[in-house]
């Protein structure tokens, strides 16, 4: 299940006609902010964002935790709350430590929206909940339906934030290879990564890529298939670094072995991020290893979001590098 984000309607807690009569506007802006956030703000593989409706408007706390428990069923990893109208602060706030949050009070005549949002944000400082306000600068006719500009925008950059976390909570960063020629971006803060995007940090040495290539521990259909788009589609620019660094121009031969490694390599980088079930069927090419031993932890890969290629230095100074492999 993908990271949703979740829209929270919050309402006036007092029925006998105050309710009841704000019940619609306050759906209203719910569905409009669902509609808006799904039409433009997407994840990391170009699919639409997922967005859910709280099963209730919420007028008070125990309408709160129905909504906090249908959220944690629907993988929400960001609320928006909106309201047209006064409503109980404390009472009706996310406080759900790990979502991340926001709250749209609509600035209208006779709907002070704009006071909940100030009321409610005040609780949220006081609790140490951060979230972030969102309210028109100008003020609009109480009936008045739709989004305006400044609000969609203000909207939408929350949604975009709020996605980007969700995808990357849980998720992990692997560092392949260590620090080279003192590029502090090589060197992978477990502490930063966990505390401020929520992610693990794993590191691989680099001899992983060149024992997997050894014993052949790669999806060989695949590999077949990458290595004949990069025969078709990649072209070939000239070696310039032969004459300068004192060294022998490659032959075909050495280019071809060179350009098979890198898919290899670039395959295994995919395996070691990502995982590759197909890799659990398969036997490693090794005499050292008995007939029935399987690549299952191979095939299992980091659960990564991204990483990094690092020590390049002494890798490039014995193999072919890790730029096709980056790009």
């Not at 006719?141 to 939408?156: A, F, H, R």
Request: proline share 3%; with cysteine.
């Amino acid at each position: 299940m993908k990271a949703r984000i979740g829209i929270r309607p919050t309402i006036d807690g007092r029925w006998g006609g105050i309710r009841e009569g704000l019940e619609a506007q306050t759906m209203g802006m719910a569905n409009a902010a669902k509609e808006l956030i799904e039409k433009n703000v997407f994840y990391a593989d170009g699919s639409p964002c997922e967005v859910v409706i709280s099963p209730c408007t919420i007028g008070g706390g125990a309408e709160a935790a129905r909504c906090a428990e249908y959220f944690r069923e629907q993988n929400v990893v960001a609320t928006l709350s909106v309201t047209p109208c006064w409503c109980y602060g404390s009472e009706t706030m996310d406080l759900d430590p790990l979502t991340v949050k926001a709250v749209w009070g609509f600035n209208g005549t006779e709907r002070p929206g704009a006071v909940y949002l100030a009321a409610v944000m005040a609780a949220h400082a006081q609790r140490g909940l951060p979230a972030f306000a969102i309210y028109g600068k100008d003020v609009q006719d109480m009936n008045m339906s739709g989004i305006t500009p400044d609000v969609e925008e203000k909207i939408l950059r929350f949604a975009r934030c709020a996605v980007a976390v969700g995808q990357m909570r849980d998720k992990a960063y692997v560092g392949i290879g260590s620090v080279a020629m003192g590029i502090g971006g090589s060197f992978a803060d477990a502490n930063l990564m966990q505390k401020f995007l929520g992610i693990r940090t794993e590191w691989v040495d680099m001899t992983e890529i060149k024992r997997r290539i050894d014993f052949a521990i790669y999806d060989h259909a695949e590999y077949e298939k990458a290595l004949k788009f990069v025969k078709e589609k990649v072209k070939e620019g000239k070696d310039w670094n032969g004459t300068a660094f004192e060294q022998k121009d490659f032959t075909r031969k050495e280019l071809d072995e060179q350009w098979e490694f890198v898919v290899k390599m670039t395959l295994i980088v995919r395996d070691i991020m990502l995982g590759n079930p197909k890799l659990a069927s398969q036997k490693m090419d090794s005499e050292r290893m008995l007939d029935h031993v399987t690549c299952n932890e191979e095939a299992l890969g980091r659960n990564a979001i991204f990483g990094g290629f690092q020590g390049q230095r002494m890798w490039t100074d014995y193999l072919p590098n890790g730029d096709f492999t980056e790009a």
